[in-house]
Nanobody, 129 residues
Framework: QVQLVESGGGLVQGGGSLRLSCAASGRTFSSDVMGWFRQSPGKEHEFGGAISWGGGSTYYAESVKGRFTISRDNAKNTVYLQMNSLKPEDTAVYYC??????????????????????WGQGTQVTVSS
């Protein structure tokens, strides 16, 4: 079991930056994949990006590539989402999640939300124009 708690959301002006954190408690494995998703009102969860817990490999959706960066601190059991050049369309509730599979494969970074096993409660990000 893994418990995930996101933090760092808030209100920011367009063009600004925010850094979200996802603290994991419980058992984590080097083969885990940590993903970031977001959901706007009336829309499905949208994949943002993912990072491998062990090696730090990353993969990003086209919509955020070049603006968002995912990193992790294994000692703190925390994953981060650095969001730069924010746009009003980035407004959403942001969730982190764990995809648990062993052994790790690079294709695991690209799996859909149905493959993720554990989810946080989400943190709201609002970008004003």
């Amino acid at each position: 079991q893994v418990q995930l708690v996101e933090s760092g959301g808030g209100l920011v002006q367009g063009g600004g930056s925010l850094r979200l954190s996802c603290a994991a408690s419980g058992r984590t494995f080097s083969s885990d994949v940590m993903g970031w998703f977001r959901q706007s009102p009336g829309k499905e969860h949208e994949f943002g990006g993912a990072i491998s817990w062990g090696g730090g490999s990353t993969y990003y959706a086209e919509s955020v590539k070049g603006r968002f960066t995912i990193s992790r601190d294994n000692a703190k059991n925390t994953v981060y989402l650095q969001m730069n050049s924010l746009k009003p369309e980035d407004t959403a509730v942001y969730y982190c999640a764990v995809h648990r599979k062993s052994p790790f494969s690079p294709t695991d970074l690209r799996v859909g939300r149905e493959k993720y096993d554990y989810w946080g409660q989400g943190t709201q990000v609002t970008v004003s124009s």
